[in-house]
């Protein structure tokens, strides 16, 4: 079994800075991309940010320059400092890894359980 715990939402105003935090725990032999999606209610989920084992980043249009991502290997996490937050950054961050777990063969991807992160004065 393999579980992602995430960290870190709340409350910010506009302009303000949040850090998301996920962590990874379980069975693992070896953790590959990790990264961030979000989620409006009733709309589709957006990837907004990943990050390879090696550290290669990649962001959405609309979070570049704002949204940084970042990993601990070590410690099995992801991070993702936002900052100049907009009220259009309101959703809930999903985290996700791509995994294999101790004793198996084939990767598979991972969710947390969600945080809500609401922007507004």
């Known amino acids: 079994q393999v579980q992602l715990v995430e960290s870190g939402g709340g409350l910010a105003q506009p302009g303000g800075s949040l850090r998301l935090s996920c962590a990874a725990s379980?069975?693992?032999?070896?953790?590959?991309?990790m990264g961030w999606y979000r989620q409006i209610p009733g709309k589709q989920r957006d990837l907004v940010a990943m990050i390879t084992s090696s550290g290669s980043t990649g962001y959405a249009d609309s979070v570049k320059g704002r949204f940084t991502i970042s990993r601990d290997n070590a410690k099995n996490t992801v991070y993702l400092q936002m900052d100049s937050l907009k009220p259009e950054d309101t959703a809930v961050y999903y985290c996700?890894?791509?995994?294999?777990?101790?004793?198996?063969?084939?990767?598979?991807?991972?969710r947390g359980q969600g945080t809500l992160v609401t922007v507004s004065s």
């Open positions: 996700y890894a791509n995994v294999i777990p101790q004793g198996k063969v084939n990767t598979l991807e991972v």
């Open positions: 379980g069975s693992i032999h070896r953790i590959f991309t």
